[in-house]
């Protein structure tokens, strides 16, 4: 019997087969569903569109989780889709679906504050009564330059990605123990209820050409996993940089760090050019291989940790 669908089949649905809809809008498709944000042509520009929602009792619990923190979150997540296309977002929606009983002068707080935060408009949106809070957000970006993909990862590339993992998911296991208790537990709290979406280093990426990306959104094996599956190719990790007060389960698997991981043919280019632009550096992790069946870490073959919707 099956277990209930994930977030895999949607995009099985929606990645094979002919597209769903008709229409003029289809001959505007540059990159439809399967990666990140998809990409459309417009009056010769070029724009990336994604959607994204966090639902209470799946992305967050308001036992530990502040109405601010929630919208912030709505849009960063968003934001970060954009950044992994090498995307400068400009615009959002948002849909919120709330009891009449919260307070959403907060949750409206949380969201104008990543909009300044990002730089975007948001320009409308929809407001419903429900049992659950649940806000849904699609956000736009211009994409002049040449969009990272998923599915462009070669052999022989180096994998990096752009900071530290598993600090969100000890983060949450601060939250979920009480309060904060010192100056890491702050932080590692903050990195979970305010993630940084890595705009500047995508459009780094972008402009030196970079071809594969993805966000770590739900843990670096999984979101690495996918890469590689459509790339067809496989990966040996050698390195996994942890953010102080994880663990070695958090980074691999705790998803929500939000940080670019990307491969490239350059990673010295990749080095001088965060230099150059006053970006943190980023860390060498592994390499693509040509068997799509050998998939390593420290020389051992692995499995997809992380988080399925």
């Given at each position: 019997m099956s277990e209930g669908w994930n977030e895999a089949d949607l995009l099985g649905l929606l990645t094979h087969g002919p597209s769903i809809g008709s229409g003029p809008?289809?001959?505007?498709?540059?990159?439809g569903p399967g990666d990140d944000a998809a990409v459309v042509e417009l009056q010769e520009n070029r724009y990336s569109i994604c959607a994204d929602l966090i639902t209470e009792n799946v992305h967050f619990d308001l036992e530990y989780f502040p109405l601010r923190a929630v919208g912030f979150k709505a849009i960063a997540v968003n934001i970060s889709d954009l950044a992994a296309m090498s995307s400068t977002p400009l615009f959002a929606t948002v849909t919120i679906a709330a009891p009449k009983s919260l307070d959403l002068l907060d949750?409206?707080?949380?969201?104008?504050?990543?909009?300044?935060?990002?730089?975007?408009?948001v320009i409308g949106g929809d407001l419903s009564a429900s049992n659950t809070l649940t806000v849904s957000v699609t956000?736009?970006?211009?994409?002049?330059?040449?969009?990272?993909?998923?599915?462009?990862?070669?052999a022989g590339e180096t994998i990096m990605v752009?900071?530290?993992?598993?600090?969100?998911?000890?983060?949450?296991?601060?939250?979920?123990?009480?309060?904060?208790?010192?100056?890491?537990e702050t932080s590692l709290a903050n990195r979970h209820l305010?993630?940084?979406?890595?705009v500047r280093e995508g459009e780094a990426l972008g402009r030196i050409g970079t071809r594969a990306a993805i966000d770590i959104s739900d843990g670096l094996?999984?979101?690495?996993w996918r890469l590689c599956d459509a790339s067809g190719v496989g990966f040996d990790l050698s390195e996994v940089p942890i953010a102080a007060g994880a663990t070695l389960d958090d980074a691999l698997s705790g998803g929500e760090d939000y940080e670019l991981l990307f491969t490239t043919d350059d990673p010295q280019l990749v080095a001088r050019t965060f230099s150059e632009e006053g970006l943190l550096p980023p860390t060498t992790i592994g390499r693509i291989v040509a068997d799509v069946?050998?998939?390593?870490?420290?020389?051992?073959?692995?499995?997809?940790k992380g988080y399925l919707h």
């Open positions: 809008g289809l001959a505007m498709v540059e990159i949750l409206l707080a949380g969201i104008k504050s990543a909009a300044e935060t990002y730089g975007i408009a956000a736009f970006g211009i994409n002049n330059r040449s969009a990272m993909l998923r599915s462009c990862a070669l752009t900071g530290p993992l598993g600090g969100s998911q000890a983060g949450l296991k601060v939250l979920q123990s009480g309060q904060p208790q010192n100056e890491m305010f993630p940084v979406a890595r094996l999984i979101d690495l069946g050998s998939r390593t870490l420290y020389g051992e073959l692995c499995t997809p």
